[in-house]
């Protein structure tokens, strides 16, 4: 359209045609604004989880050790986009979506029984001090087990991949995170480490 307005005023000014042009498509640029290619933020191509490892030692903690831990099971990626448009007017803003990723997953800490995981950092973000999630996460998204011979399988994994086909890891301290907010971490699961207060009976020799 401002090609259009830009010819009229070139033949509506004969004796200048180039200011005529001129003036014609900057009316037409007014008032038929072209629509800017939308941008996106943060967008990952790959939703696949990584990072888990085979054949992986399990720690054994005798007293108060600081470890880190092995994804034993996880879910893809979950997308969710937002969208805004930034600058311009009537329409002629860029449309800027913005994507975040959520993901649900369990990380083996340790040999168990312990008595208690005191702390859990993921980065160094300290996420759980001595019973206290932080901002965003709750006792219902994120659960600890201590890796007793009677733990049950979680709920989430149970009822993702059937109760029949869902461990309760007996013997096995692990940590489940559901729809865990990666947004701080760079839409990536965070590397995690924990502060675990061993089986006392074991460090002192019972």
């Known amino acids: 359209m401002q090609l259009v307005l830009g010819v009229a005023g070139a033949v509506l000014m004969p004796w200048d045609p180039a200011l005529g042009f001129s003036l014609g498509w900057t009316v037409g640029s007014l008032l038929f ?80 029984p312990i008595s208690n995981i005191k702390r859990i950092w993921a980065e160094d973000i300290l996420i759980y001090d001595q019973g206290s999630w932080s901002s965003g996460i709750t006792s219902e998204t994120a659960r600890i087990y201590l890796g007793t011979e009677t733990q049950t399988a979680d709920d989430l994994i149970s009822g993702i991949e059937g109760a029949t086909s869902t461990p309760g890891y007996r013997g096995l301290a ?8 990666l947004t701080k971490w760079g839409n990536r699961v965070p590397q995690l480490n924990f502060e675990v207060l061993g089986d006392m009976t074991l460090a002192l020799g019972g």
Request: aromatic content about 10%.
């Open 33 to 112: 604004p072209q629509k800017q290619p939308g941008q996106s933020v943060g967008k990952i191509d790959d939703l696949h989880l990584t990072g888990s490892g085979y054949g992986v030692m399990i720690p054994i903690v005798y007293g108060a050790c600081r470890t880190g831990g092995n994804v034993i099971w996880s879910q893809d990626l979950v997308e969710h986009t937002s969208s805004h448009t930034e600058g311009g007017k009537g329409g002629g803003g860029v449309t800027v979506t913005e994507y975040s990723y959520t993901c649900s997953f369990a990380v083996a800490v340790c040999e168990g």
């Open 174 to 181: 692990y940590v489940v995170f559901e729809n865990l907010d």
